[in-house]
């Protein structure tokens, strides 16, 4: 049984796999951002999805023993955070001054400005056109939490049965998560949206626990069951809304999320069967490595897609029409630009010259 369990990994998809279903996840967020007339389908599952994809990748064995290497290991995506928001705090006033950013802004002084820094620091960024990633910390955080929980649970495993490990193990998970819905319930907001770390530390459970037991998952996807969850949960989402940031929540959200995530897990499992050099797995996998940079930009560009039409129009206020994305006619623009800039500055940037040093 023990070494049934150690090599579960090994049965694990290719990394093209979470690729595309990372790639899958950023496409959604930037619809959820902006075509309106899909955004209650894909706020059922589209951040829950980067939570499980953590917690499917997490490695236990690495982990268990040494809590402070996961830490050490976080802090570099928490300093990448930090060096991608901060010069969004340093443009606040410029973004203000085109009118690209929330209407009435205002303006910083210096003393305001580092303030702002701060908050980035401690993962509370309030900038408007970064705002995609806050939930960078809060998934951070949900795995550093995780990491603490198995690394408990496996001592108490190693002294008792893995049995009484588990048990713990979910009663905690539970216990926890219970407490960041009713923080998110009532409206308790705690400093880098806390509430929601705790709330989503159960996608990351749920991604782990699938990860034991990868091999019969994997058996169990298929196109046919994707396309006919796409189908259900569309008809689900004409009636209902849900999103952790806005408060929208309810005890089924979590199945529903979950159904969501197993639906993208189909679809990538018959993406990643097509040949290496097919357009749409390639791309695919480079909008997912490029995820970071679609979260972190995609809403000053389509605020400035809405910007160029209301300068068209000489009228500003036509902007600020909606929160994002104003415009129905607008949207495939919105997708093109918003996931496009940034996936080819990223294979520009970064992408291709880490291929040219490999070589």
Request: hydrophobic share 50%; with cysteine.
């Amino acid at each position: 049984m023990k070494s049934q369990m150690s090599n579960y990994r090994i049965e694990k998809p290719n990394r093209d796999y979470w690729n595309i279903m990372k790639g899958i996840g950023a496409i959604c967020i930037v619809i959820g951002h902006s075509w309106m007339d899909m955004q209650n389908f894909v706020y059922l599952f589209h951040v829950p999805l980067f939570y499980f994809i953590s917690g499917y990748l997490f490695n236990e064995e690495k982990y268990k023993n040494d809590f402070w290497l996961l830490v050490k290991n976080k802090m570099g995506l928490w300093m990448k955070y930090i060096l991608i928001y901060t010069p969004f705090v340093l443009l606040h006033n410029f973004f203000g001054y085109c009118c690209v950013a929330e209407k009435d802004q205002p303006y910083y002084s210096p003393v305001m400005m580092i303030e702002q820094i701060c908050h980035v620091i401690i993962g509370d960024g309030r900038e408007f056109i970064p705002g995609p990633l806050w939930f960078v910390p809060s998934l951070i955080m949900a795995v550093i939490i995780f990491g603490l929980i198995i690394m408990i649970t496996n001592k108490i495993s190693e002294k008792l049965n893995k049995t009484v490990g588990y048990i713990i193990e979910s009663l905690l998970i539970i216990v926890i998560t219970s407490l960041g819905y009713t923080m998110i319930q009532n409206e308790w907001y705690l400093t880098g949206k806390m509430q929601i770390t705790l709330t989503a530390l159960f996608y990351v459970w749920v991604g782990n626990i699938c990860s034991r037991y990868a091999v019969y998952l994997k058996k169990s996807l298929n196109g046919i069951i994707g396309i006919g969850l796409a189908i259900c949960l569309y008809l689900y989402s004409r009636n209902h809304l849900y999103s952790l940031v806005d408060g929208f929540i309810s005890p089924e959200m979590f199945i529903i999320a979950i159904a969501g995530i197993y639906m993208v897990m189909c679809f990538a499992s018959e993406i990643v069967k097509l040949k290496q050099k097919n357009i749409l797995k390639k791309s695919l996998c480079l909008i997912g490595r490029a995820s970071f940079w679609i979260m972190a930009i995609h809403f000053g560009i389509i605020r400035y897609i809405d910007r160029i039409y209301a300068w068209g129009k000489n009228d500003v206020t036509l902007m600020f029409k909606h929160y994002l994305g104003a415009y129905r006619f607008l949207v495939p623009m919105y997708l093109i630009l918003g996931i496009g800039i940034p996936t080819v500055a990223y294979y520009i940037l970064i992408d291709r010259r880490k291929n040219d040093y490999a070589k």
